[in-house]
Structure formats: structure tokens, C-alpha cells
């Protein structure tokens, strides 16, 4: 059992393979740069130079946003948007907490020091307890750029994720994630800076405050290599973080995602979380939406793997993909579907390429 404090593993590795793959992907989507051959070292420190003097003038105050009761003690602060806009000021990933006997809980406090700032405004309408703790279920800005917040109203506490996670965000994503926030809401999150989580959990490990146990899962690499998915025992409530989204597509880039194990760890979280209720990130809590994830993954890898083997371009497993019954059913309440599904596929078909050769 884990009260508060996980031991490290011994021999872990650190993720900078992973790093230097992602910090690529980020910035290309950052500043929409297509030729790798620009993405220099000085390039990268002149763009988080730029993301951190941005940081100077604080952003605007984040309108509050009512809790939603999920379960008992169990409440989402949730966001509307999909993406990140000037008029949202980035608050498109909603926010989840646990009030417990000894405190509240946190989790994925979303992308801004406004956001966390709103955030604990909002807990305090529920309960007069102390947040006493913060847990990031990866390393995706959206999910740990309100860690400030709680960091600066309780000073101290402890932020939890996997050990690789804080490494990652110490190490070059975290002022990637910060200046592409700036970029992406006209400088509404300003003023928010990299905290990253300080004590490391990983799967099989227990979280207990009070007499509120969260069970601590890792079912592989799915939407990154390091998603934590949180069972709060005693209720039917799983948090998901981003390995479900709810009709959004996002992610999968270079090495983060993987079709051909992210099938495998949906369907572990499937046999292992019989009966739940999956809370996403992004999107609307509900029991079927992880079978929905399950047959999204397996429709685009299953159609991109088969036209891999049968010699068909990448154009020809796009189209296949976007003819199959179950995607253009998916299309019709997913906002992101027409720039997304032929990435999705072409990620894929590279993937199976590679298991193929």
C-alpha cells in the first residue's frame, strides 16, 4: 500500500528517447513548421525563451465554473471545448476532485495557473478541506499547467505521476507545453510556469487519504507511454485521463501513441474495470465509451494494417478507413474528425508497416 509516497523502481530507465521524438512533434504543431531539417538547438531555446518572457504579465482571471457531483465525494469541474481557444483561455480539459476524510484530491488540474486558480475557488463552494494533494496522469501540458496553482495555495504538497512524467516535464516538454499554450489562447494562460509532479507512483500502487483509497493503474502505452488511469475504490467512477476521449481525436504522435498497444491496454482496462464509469479529460463521463475507443482503435488500425499488407498506398487506407460504417457514424459528433482521421490513419499505417516488416 501507498500512503502518500511511492518508492522508486530500481534500474528505471529515463525517457529521453521519447523526449527528443515529442519535443519534434510539439513544435511543429506549436508553430506549424514542416521542415524538420529548422527544428536546430537554438531554434528551440529562442521559442522557450520567447514562451517564458511571455510569462512576465499574468493572464486574465478564468470565469468560474460550477462543480458537478459524479459520485459521493467525487466531482468534475467540467470543460465544454475540445481545443484550446483565445475565448476559453485554455480551459478545454476538465478537472477533476475527491474529497476525502483527511483532504481534497486533485486530479489533472488542467493547462493554466488561472485554470488551477479557478479551480480552487470552485472547491472551496463544496468543502472547507484543504486540497492535499495533486495527481497528473501524464505528461501533456493540459493536464499539470494548474499544478501552480495548488503549489502557490498549498505550499508543499504533494503532486503526483509516473516517475517518467516529471522527467519529461522537467526536461524540454514542459516549456514546450507553456509557450504553446501562450500561442494557442493569444497569451491567456501568461504567467504560468513548469511545476512538475514530486513524488512517483506506478501501476499496482495505492494512494490512501483517510479512509479514501485511489487504486493506481498503468495499462501500457496508449495516448503517451506513461498514462495513468485512477480507480476511486467505493465508487464506479474510473478517471481516465487521455487514454479515452470522448469523439476527440487527438495525440498519437511519433512514439507517444500506439494503435497496436494501446488496443491492448483498452482491452486490459476493459477486464480488469468491469462494470465502471470512465471520466475523460475530454468529453462526457460514461460507462460505453471505452468500448467505443476500443472499436475506434481497432477500426483505423485493423483497415490501415490490412491495406498495409495488401500494397495499398496511404491514400488508399485513408479512404477505407473514412468508408467503414463505424467512422462515418464516429464523424458525425466528433468536431475534430476531418483533420484528424487521416493522420489517425497514417500513424497507423506506419505502424503496421513497422510490425509488418
Known amino acids: 500500500m501507498n500512503n502518500h509516497k511511492a518508492p522508486l523502481r530500481a534500474g528505471e530507465k529515463t525517457a529521453e528517447p521519447l523526449q527528443d521524438k515529442v519535443r519534434r512533434d510539439l ?59 483565445p475565448a476559453n483561455q485554455g480551459f478545454f480539459t476538465s478537472i477533476m476532485f475527491v474529497v476525502t476524510d483527511k483532504g481534497v484530491v486533485a486530479i489533472d488540474p488542467s493547462a493554466s495557473v488561472q485554470i488551477g486558480q ?46 517518467e512524467t516529471a522527467e519529461a516535464i522537467n526536461a524540454v516538454l514542459g516549456e514546450e507545453w507553456i509557450s504553446m499554450a501562450l500561442k494557442m489562447t493569444n497569451n491567456a494562460t501568461a504567467g504560468t510556469r513548469i511545476v512538475a509532479p514530486n513524488h512517483y ?45 470522448d469523439h476527440r481525436m487527438a495525440g498519437m504522435n511519433d512514439d507517444e501513441g500506439s494503435f497496436i498497444h494501446g488496443i491492448a491496454a483498452l482491452k486490459k482496462m476493459k477486464a480488469t474495470l468491469p462494470g465502471k464509469t470512465f471520466y475523460p479529460c475530454h468529453g462526457d463521463p460514461a460507462p460505453h465509451i471505452l468500448d467505443e475507443e ?48 487521416g493522420k489517425w490513419t497514417s500513424i497507423a499505417y506506419l505502424e503496421a508497416q513497422q510490425a509488418n516488416f
Open 118 to 163: 479557478m479551480a480552487i475557488r470552485m472547491i472551496k463552494t463544496v468543502t472547507d478541506k484543504p486540497v492535499i494533494a495533486v495527481i497528473n496522469t501524464h505528461y501533456h501540458g493540459d493536464h499539470w499547467m494548474g499544478n501552480q496553482a495548488f503549489a502557490e495555495a498549498y505550499p508543499g504538497i504533494p503532486i503526483y505521476s509516473m516517475k
Open 201 to 245: 507512483v506506478k501501476g499496482g500502487d495505492v494512494l490512501e487519504f483517510g479512509g479514501t483509497k485511489i487504486n493506481i493503474h498503468h495499462f501500457g502505452q496508449c495516448h503517451t507511454p506513461y498514462d495513468l488511469v485512477l480507480e476511486i475504490v467505493g465508487t464506479p467512477i474510473v478517471h481516465v485521463g487521455d487514454v479515452i476521449m
Open 27 to 85: 513544435m511543429k504543431r506549436l508553430l506549424g513548421i514542416t521542415a524538420v531539417s529548422l527544428m536546430t538547438p537554438e531554434f528551440l531555446a529562442q521559442a522557450a525563451f520567447a514562451g517564458t518572457a511571455a510569462n512576465a504579465v499574468m493572464g486574465p482571471m478564468v470565469p468560474d465554473v460550477k462543480p458537478t457531483q459524479l459520485a459521493e465525494g467525487v466531482y468534475t469541474i467540467h470543460a465544454h471545448d475540445k481545443f484550446p481557444t
Open 294 to 341: 476500443i472499436g475506434l482503435f481497432e477500426a483505423i488500425y485493423n483497415t490501415a494494417n490490412a491495406a498495409q499488407a495488401a500494397d495499398k498506398s496511404m491514400s488508399e487506407a485513408i479512404a477505407l478507413v473514412k468508408a467503414l460504417p463505424f467512422m462515418q457514424e464516429y464523424a458525425q459528433n466528433t468536431p475534430d474528425y476531418e483533420d484528424s482521421v
